[in-house]
């Protein structure tokens, strides 16, 4: 399967459908779902025309939606039609979805794809953004989950780690991403959280409410993107910062570290600072440290370089920096700082025109921009 071949189809396939009269995001979703198909179908009956192939494969996808979408209104017409009901009880199957998508027939990270897919309301870019693979190979594994619980049933659900792993990313994608879903994210681990005695399970609560809180000083009134240095502080929810770090203490008091709370820790040290310049960089390194033992994950790597060069100085960032892969997202936006607060202003500019036209959403991109604008304005004058 050339997983290149589909990729490089993928947009051109897309703009038929809007040419045609589907709107972006159904025809996305169309689009994804005859990946999927080609995924399966292609190794054993290769087309003649791929790109042929896809179209058809897609615009059938789109029609479905199409009569699916009518099908559905018809239904709800119909329902509203009808005399309001009595009482019921308020029942929210939503986080049982959660459990039951996680199935222990699948892998952890299949299980995740899975019901971001299914039940988070992630595409498939973004799930594989989430994981940092290609799209092609998220969208593979991705069916490859649905074919192995295709026959199971669904009376065995998941552990909680797995459906953790879930919210946090769906939180994520909300947080930083086009699709605002922390609040549910937030939700339903609230609801999580008054069923399960867990202390990750608070850890990542005290994580999202810790984060949320801050969320309103992240842009300005035009949208652009404020870093956190620069927010104004006046703007964060000091009732959510003030629950989220009491959830934490309570979670951390029971001396059964997580990665989640781990997290949480260190973003408790940025919401307790009364300014930027009273961070404590130095007790958020050594939280990166227990976080990067507990999970080597090369995000947190890349976050602890940020930090150890507030504590110990730019040079020491960029030395920290330097043994990552330069791949990483955000890794050529994370160089550029270092080198403007190490003096070197054309190395900085440079480098943050690099990760604006690398940059995943257009905030970043133009936040980016700017940065690079600002030091090639100061070194003409």
Request: charged share 25%.
């Amino acid at each position: 399967m050339d997983e290149a071949l589909l990729r490089s189809l993928t947009p051109s396939v897309l703009t038929i459908l809007v040419r045609r009269g589907a709107d972006f995001a159904a025809a996305e979703d169309a689009v994804q779902d005859a990946l999927i198909e080609a995924l399966r179908v292609w190794p054993d009956a290769p087309p003649r025309d791929a790109k042929g192939w896809l179209v058809t494969a897609a615009w059938r996808k789109f029609l479905d939606q199409v009569r699916a979408d009518s099908a559905r209104r018809r239904r709800e017409d119909l329902v509203d039609e009808e005399p309001a009901p009595g009482p019921t009880p308020d029942v929210d199957d939503t986080l049982q979805l959660y459990f039951l998508c996680a199935h222990p027939s699948l892998t952890p990270s299949s299980a995740v794809a899975l019901t971001l897919r299914a039940v988070g309301g992630l595409t498939t870019r973004q799930i594989a953004e989430a994981y940092l693979v290609p799209e092609a190979t998220m969208a593979q594994r991705i069916s490859r989950a649905k074919r192995t619980v295709s026959g199971v049933r669904f009376d065995q659900p998941g552990d909680v780690a797995t459906v953790l792993r879930v919210l946090y990313l769906v939180f994520n994608e909300g947080y930083s991403g086009d699709v605002d879903l922390s609040a549910e994210a937030i939700r339903l681990t609230r609801q999580l959280a008054g069923t399960i005695d867990h202390p990750e399970v608070a850890g990542l609560l005290a994580l999202m409410l810790l984060h949320h809180a801050r969320r309103a000083g992240r842009t300005a009134p035009d949208g652009s993107l404020v870093p956190l240095a620069e927010q104004d502080r006046g703007r964060w929810d000091t009732a959510a910062i003030a629950e989220g770090i009491g959830i934490l203490q309570a979670a951390l008091a029971r001396d059964r570290l997580g990665e989640f709370q781990a997290q949480a820790a260190i973003a408790a040290l940025h919401a307790d600072a009364f300014t930027a310049e009273e961070t404590d960089w130095v007790q958020i390194v050594e939280w990166y440290d227990e976080l990067l033992r507990l999970t080597d994950n090369p995000v947190v790597r890349l976050n602890r370089a940020v930090a150890v060069g507030e504590a110990d100085g730019p040079r020491a960032g960029l030395a920290a920096l330097a043994a990552l892969d330069d791949s990483l997202p955000r890794h050529t936006a994370v160089a550029a700082y270092l080198y403007e607060r190490d003096g070197d202003p054309e190395t900085a500019a440079r480098l943050y025109s690099e990760a604006a036209r690398k940059a995943p959403n257009l905030a970043e991109r133009d936040y980016l921009t700017r940065q690079a604008a600002r030091l090639n304005a100061d070194r003409r004058r």
